[in-house]
């Protein structure tokens, strides 16, 4: 992942919506496929951990819009010769999107979240509402995997099926996720009530933030500075 980790997280945000806006501007899937795939691969190039896993959810989500898309469009009377085209642009600009959060959940720490929020001198809530959205997220999608390992444990074949298939497995999932997510929002605001979090204090971060944020406090510029 190289130093991606260490790139200022607003940077990365305002690159991942610069991203989406470009996936819902360009006309058609002639130009929202390529943009996709060129997204994925600069996944691939940067090394951004987890690339795998997204992938296969990428094309499930993929899956899922067509097919929903054109039923919808055959509902309304179109063909399917003028349906595909658009729910396969519909598909691309999903992936394209997804994609570049992806790639700023993934490469962004709790703590660089914090720092250059605080060095933003962000509204407490403001930056807790981020610092939660990025770093839960990855944390409820390793809780996904290891439900799906625990089905395959129980001899649930969750692979080599049909898509049908794997698509009623993956919301068999939905409600020990959402079980979870629910504990861990608990945790989370019961460890912030213990440790005293108030939402009128002020936050203050000794790391330098620029383009880069530094991975960690540095504690000898502060005592040289004493």
């Known amino acids: 992942m190289s130093r991606l980790h260490e790139i200022n997280f607003f940077i990365k945000l305002s690159f991942a919506f610069a991203v989406m806006l470009v996936a819902w501007l360009v006309p058609g899937w002639r ?3 390529p943009l996709a795939l ?8 940067a090394g951004v951990p987890g690339l795998r896993g997204y992938i296969k959810g990428a094309l499930l989500l993929s899956g899922m819009v067509v097919v929903s898309w054109l039923v919808n469009l055959w509902l309304q009377g179109a063909t399917t010769a003028a349906a595909l085209p658009i729910a396969a642009g519909m598909a691309a ?12 959940m993934e490469t962004s720490t709790p703590g660089s979240i914090l720092a250059a929020s605080s060095a933003a001198r962000l509204p407490p809530v403001v930056t807790l509402v981020l610092s939660l959205t990025f770093g839960i997220i990855p944390m409820l999608r390793d809780d996904f995997e ?3 390992d625990a089905q395959r444990a129980r001899g649930m074949e969750i692979d080599d099926v049909a898509l049908a298939t794997k698509l009623r497995f993956a919301l068999a ?22 440790y005293g979090f108030d939402l009128k204090q002020k936050r203050t971060t000794w790391r330098t933030v620029g383009l880069m944020v530094e991975p960690r406090m540095n504690m000898k510029d502060n005592a040289d500075d004493r």
Not at 38 to 45: K, N
Not at 173 to 194: C, D, E, K, W
Request: proline letters at 2%.
């Open 93 to 104: 600009r999903l992936v394209t999107t997804t994609a570049a959060f992806f790639f700023v």
């Open 38 to 45: 060129l997204t994925i691969a600069f996944l691939w190039l």
């Open 146 to 148: 290891r439900i799906a």
């Open 31 to 33: 130009f929202g496929v």
């Open 173 to 194: 999932r939905g409600i020990p996720l959402l079980v979870q997510a629910i504990r861990m929002a608990h945790a989370i605001s019961f460890s912030l009530a213990i």
